[in-house]
């Protein structure tokens, strides 16, 4: 099976409570940032992207809260579904210093009990 | 609309050889991208590409070579493999303005 993940934080839900995903970035010029989900053996899903000039942007059933003060992003999905079991990474970028790809957070593992 | 489509899925190599990973992209994307993925690391940016005929080195670029002749097509070489460089490998494409749109992995293991 899919070895990625071996040693994430894990979060543990029960099916239809809300699960809210944490990410904490360092640089504080960063100004763009996506939330993506990757179920094992699957390359990441894109879910919801968020720029520096919003704190809250809302999807289907999920929700992104950015805090520059803190440097915190925040994923927020309701009703959290079986389907919904993977693990989540934050990315950042800074589109206006011209940087061209992502960096990566770690990565927290999302677990949906029945 | 296939997106970012991976070749091979798979592969296992021993030390010294050489490969080379195919990316293909469908999107019409500017930026194409080359990340390793390791247990408990996140993933990581090996080199990247702005368009087509230009490269850049991202985080981990030492071991690894790419090529972007076509805008639809991003290489990554490896010229001599080592066991550190067993790991899963995700090309992705953008437009620069947005998020980058993954294909499913390679699994390379060197032994």
């Known amino acids: 099976g899919e070895s990625v993940g071996l040693h994430l934080p894990t979060l543990s839900v029960q099916e239809g409570d809300n699960s809210i995903i944490n990410c904490a970035y360092s640089n504080s010029a960063s100004d763009y940032f996506i939330w993506y989900k990757q179920e094992s053996g699957k390359g990441p899903q894109f879910i919801i992207d968020?720029?520096?000039n919003m704190d809250k942007r809302q999807g289907q059933r999920v929700t992104v809260l950015l805090n520059k003060t803190v440097k915190h992003l925040s994923l927020q999905i309701a009703a959290t579904q079986p389907g919904d079991s993977a693990v989540y990474f934050c990315?950042?970028?800074?589109w206006g210093a011209g940087r061209r790809a992502l960096t990566f957070g770690s990565g927290t593992r999302l677990q949906v009990q029945p | 609309n296939a997106g970012v489509t991976q070749t091979p899925k798979f592969r296992v190599l021993k030390t010294g050889q050489s490969m080379t990973l195919l990316c293909a992209q469908d999107m019409n994307h500017e930026y194409m991208y080359w990340y390793r993925q390791d247990p408990g690391m996140g993933l990581r940016l090996i080199h990247y590409?702005?368009?087509?005929?230009?490269?850049a080195k991202g985080e981990v670029p030492d071991g690894y070579n790419v090529s972007r002749l076509k805008k639809q097509n991003f290489l990554l070489g490896l010229e001599s493999a080592a066991p550190s460089q067993t790991s899963v490998y995700f090309c992705?494409?953008?437009?620069?303005?947005?998020?980058?749109?993954f294909g499913q992995g390679t699994r390379l293991t060197v032994v």
């Open positions: 968020i720029r520096s």
């Open positions: 992705a494409s953008s437009t620069g303005q947005g998020p980058a749109f």
């Open positions: 990315a950042e970028n800074i």
């Open positions: 590409s702005v368009g087509e005929g230009t490269t």
